[in-house]
């Protein structure tokens, strides 16, 4: 009896009141550093940056739970492939009883140039099949997100072959300072309503 009541007072304790950044991108080693995953590379950030360790995999992602600045924090990279990225979201926020509000969804974006952050509270999918997956789960585009450019392809290259490509060296620069400045962005957050942040980053 003692043991069945420890375990639902540890789950009432891991549940609500909690922030979740997401960070989209596809898994495995392939698809470490893509255009595609730039998403995954701010979570990693983060992770360093909050010293919360992405240290649990169920639920449809990989993800840490901590502390940082008073506030409690998941940290998720969902490991459904990215046109499925919506499914992993909605698991983790309906099991952990996270309300929309508290979401900061984190992507890349065809349609601004490398290394330039934009903040939106809602919006259209724009084409990016994790975005348009998301939205199909939620039923509303009214949703936090930070979108990072990546500027679209060149000389005829497929978008598919673009965005699992690598960046070039000479973009390396502006896309470590796109990763700074929207972790800079998450953890503002933490601390100001997602309205402000937004008008903050957005100059």
């Known amino acids: 009896m003692l043991r069945k009541v ?3 007072f540890s789950k009432q304790e891991e549940v609500g009141n909690m922030k979740l950044i997401v960070g989209l991108g596809n898994p495995g080693r392939e698809y470490e550093q893509t255009r595609h995953n730039i998403g995954f590379e701010v979570i990693d950030e983060l992770s360093e940056r909050f010293g919360i360790p992405l240290n ?3 639920l449809k992602g990989f993800y840490g739970i901590g502390f940082y600045k008073g506030e409690k924090i998941l940290l998720l990279k969902p490991l459904t492939y990215m046109n499925l990225s919506g499914e992993a979201i909605r698991a983790i926020m309906d099991y952990y009883q996270i309300d929309q ?9 065809l349609d601004l140039p490398v290394g330039k952050i934009r903040l939106r509270q809602k919006g259209s999918a724009g084409g990016h099949n994790g975005i348009k997956s998301t939205i199909a789960h939620f039923g509303t585009q009214q949703f ?6 990546i500027d679209r392809p060149m000389g005829g290259m497929s978008v598919p072959d673009y965005v699992l490509g690598r960046f070039k060296k000479e973009e390396q620069a502006a896309v470590f300072e796109a990763i700074k400045k929207s972790a800079d962005a998450c953890e503002t ?3 100001k309503p997602f309205l402000q942040v937004m008008n903050e980053f957005n100059q």
Do not use: A
């Open 144 to 149: 936090n997100r930070i979108r990072i450019g």
């Open 101 to 109: 509000d508290d979401l900061l969804v984190i992507y890349d974006d």
């Open 189 to 191: 957050w933490l601390d």
């Open 6 to 8: 420890f375990k639902r």
């Open 56 to 58: 649990q995999s169920k």
